[in-house]
């Protein structure tokens, strides 16, 4: 498989770990991949539009950072999401960053609203994300659609240096080195947030873990945090 050929999947792959996940288990998110300096790989939407559970790689297309097609043939029927500013800004301003997911977790959306900030209230239960909450999550409150650059810059702007931030009553961006950070980190945000709605629920308060715990923490590295996770998503998917 050539190198474009094995991108596509991946970012395929990455919606349909979205959905399975209940990230976005509809038609609305979208994932990218930076594949050179003013081109990326993004899910876009078709005359036969079926929602993230079903993506495959003939939905991922070669754009442009103005959302013109990268290369012959690359959009035809196809265009680009509405909110592809929100990608194309983040890669524009974060050279650090490879892949942008953009997605709808109700959960997330939820503790949002109800004045929960994303907090490292777990140990060992989700290292990763315990150390992404601690570093902050931080919330873009406008509830737009991040349709141009003029909002995208607002979203950057307020996330900052940060791998995620929320969009009150929309969702969540999330960006990494590589797409399977991206959706991981994605992922452990939506379980955090779940696990504080269940807390609250439950009549608990949300504490954060000691710093003498949260130093005890080790960092498992990139070869299990991400790969092996990685396959993991992989092997769950239907």
């Not at 288990?25 to 993230?52: F, I, M, N, W």
């Not at 890669?91 to 109800?114: G, I, N, Q, S």
């Amino acid at each position: 498989m050539s190198t474009i050929a094995a991108q596509r999947q991946l970012v395929a792959d990455a919606c349909r770990v979205l959905a399975a996940r209940g990230l976005a288990d509809g038609y609305l998110g979208h994932v990218s991949l930076r594949v050179e300096d003013d081109l990326l790989l993004v899910r876009c939407r078709g005359p036969q539009e079926r929602g993230l559970r079903w993506t495959t790689a003939d939905d991922v297309h070669l754009v442009t950072l103005d959302g013109g097609p990268g290369g012959e043939g690359e959009l035809g029927e196809w265009t680009v999401p509405n909110e592809l500013p929100l990608h194309t800004e983040v890669l524009r301003t974060r050279p650090d960053v490879a892949a942008v997911v953009h997605a709808h977790p109700p959960a997330v959306v939820a503790a949002d609203l109800a004045g929960l900030a994303i907090r490292p209230v777990v140990g060992a239960f989700d290292m990763p994300g315990t150390k992404l909450a601690a570093g902050g999550v931080p919330v873009y409150p406008r509830g737009v659609l991040v349709r141009d650059r003029r909002l995208a810059g607002e979203m950057v702007a307020a996330m900052g240096d940060r791998p995620v931030v929320l969009l009150r009553g929309h969702g969540l961006t999330s960006a990494g080195r590589s797409v399977e950070e991206a959706v991981l980190s994605a992922l452990s945000v939506d379980r955090l947030a779940r696990l504080e709605l269940a807390v609250v629920s439950a009549g608990g308060t949300l504490v954060d873990l000691p710093a003498d715990d949260m130093a005890e923490l080790p960092d498992l590295g990139a070869g299990f945090n991400h790969a092996t996770a990685w396959r993991h998503e992989l092997a769950n998917l239907p």
